[in-house]
């Protein structure tokens, strides 16, 4: 005999449980279908098909359409176009004067360096091959 999950209604049965597991299961599809009818649309303006096409094809008119998905549209064409924030590579050691550093992205991985132990900063180089920063 197969466990039902929780949430699985057993075909037929119009008990409050499979009667909400059905309902629960309906919300997630229908939620699923609103994404896919947004991406759709945002596909459609993106290739240039106009405001009535696409309300024609939801049953509403122009108007509609574009009052519902037209602020969609610009967002994602602003996310589209939006270049990603600028990295940098660490070059210098950015650590103060205690040797800690704070920054994101420094590849020095313990905590006091290099007072607690004399190991520098791996972007000032490893010359005595000590772990100590040559001269």
Do not use: N
């Amino acid at each position: 005999m197969t466990a039902l999950h929780f949430s699985d209604p057993v075909d037929g049965c119009q008990c409050a449980f499979c009667s909400m597991a059905r309902v629960k299961i309906a919300v997630v599809a229908k939620q699923q279908a609103q994404t896919d009818l947004e991406d759709a649309v945002v596909d459609a303006r993106m290739a240039r098909v106009t405001w009535a096409e696409i309300g024609k094809m939801l049953g509403v008119s122009k108007q509609t359409a574009h009052e519902r998905y037209a602020m969609l549209v610009v967002m994602r064409r602003i996310e589209a176009t939006t270049p990603p924030e600028p990295t940098f590579e660490l070059t210098t050691c950015v650590a103060d004067g205690d040797g800690d550093c704070t920054h994101f992205e420094c590849p020095q991985l313990r905590d006091g360096e290099p007072e607690a132990t004399g190991r520098s900063c791996p972007l000032y180089g490893w010359a005595d091959g000590h772990g100590r920063a040559g001269g």
